[in-house]
């Protein structure tokens, strides 16, 4: 039988334990309902800790799984179907995203049920009693690692590029230009912007918006309004960061303003081998 999603309008049936960092989260949560058709830059990891959750891409038909990988700049829909479950946001540009992306040959992965058996345990201790594990990076790591087993392949990304996604990362100011980046290159704009699509995957105008994006997540726990966390992520108001909170999670930012925050460095490491933790610019 098809699978019909739920008609119920997305709920919170648990308080919502989110994990915040700039480039990603990790959220675990007991939720109902469907979030509309969106599409993010981030690899989505959505692992059913009972239960089930659905999910429907740009033209499949639904599907029921434990887990489900959904890949960077894919548009998907999602049934949370009342399931308690663990949503982690990696980050493509990290080196953990990078060697994942390699296994993903459709825009959504169904997890073997071999790989779930596997994490679920641990997921479902930390989802229980989160205050008793010790190392939630390792933790956060450790799932990536277990979705995708075997030596990484090496990702090879332009210099160039590592170069401006380095220094964007690093920057507490994301007004940066198409113009800026390309000089960091020693590009020129037309050219940058050939590569930066090319080695990426999205136009960089795109790929700042979604920094923003993933920033102003990390100020609504902070600032807890909407229009405060727009300021801090360099959004020209309220209204433009709703609008792409609508476009990229499929849902309000009013939903991260509900259960308990954990802000911390990011568990991945950049392309270029160094920690996560954005520092500021100089």
């Known amino acids: 039988m098809p699978y019909t999603p739920n008609a119920e309008p997305y709920c919170w049936l648990s ?21 509309p058709a969106h599409t993010h830059h981030a690899i989505q990891i959505v692992i ?7 999910i429907c891409g740009q033209n499949d038909d639904w599907r029921e799984s434990r887990g489900v990988v959904v890949r960077p700049d894919a548009e998907h ?21 990078g060697w994942l992306s390699t296994s ?17 345990p641990a997921l479902r201790t930390f989802a229980d009693q989160p205050d008793e594990t010790e190392d939630v990076p390792a933790l956060i790591r450790s799932c990536v690692h277990g979705l995708r087993p075997g030596l990484a392949p090496a990702r090879r990304v332009d210099t160039r590029v590592t170069t ?24 020129s704009p037309t050219r940058f912007a050939h590569l930066f699509k090319e080695q990426v ?25 909407i229009a405060a966390a727009a300021h ?13 909170f609508y476009q990229m999670v499929g849902m309000a930012p009013s939903a991260l303003m509900r259960g308990e925050f954990i802000e911390m460095p990011s568990p991945f490491n950049s392309l270029a081998g160094t920690p996560g933790e954005r520092r500021p610019a100089e």
């Open 232 to 244: 801090a992520a360099d959004f020209a108001d309220a209204a433009h960061l709703t609008r792409t």
């Open 77 to 97: 829909s999602f049934d949370c179907n009342g399931a308690l479950g663990v949503m982690l946001f990696v980050d493509p540009e990290s080196s953990e995203g």
């Open 104 to 120: 993903l040959r459709q825009d959504i992965t169904t997890v073997p049920e071999s790989r779930l058996d596997a994490l679920v």
């Open 48 to 54: 059913a800790l009972d239960g089930c959750v659905a």
């Open 201 to 225: 995957g999205l136009p960089f105008s795109r790929y700042m918006l979604w920094r923003k994006l993933t920033r102003a997540m990390v100020a609504i726990a902070s600032e807890r309004t």
């Open 164 to 187: 401006v996604l380095e220094a964007i990362r690093r920057s507490d100011d994301l007004r940066i230009s198409l113009d800026t980046a390309a000089e960091m290159a020693f590009l």
């Open 15 to 35: 308080v919502p334990r989110w994990y915040l960092w700039d480039g990603g989260f990790l959220l675990t949560a007991r939720a109902q309902g469907v979030v």
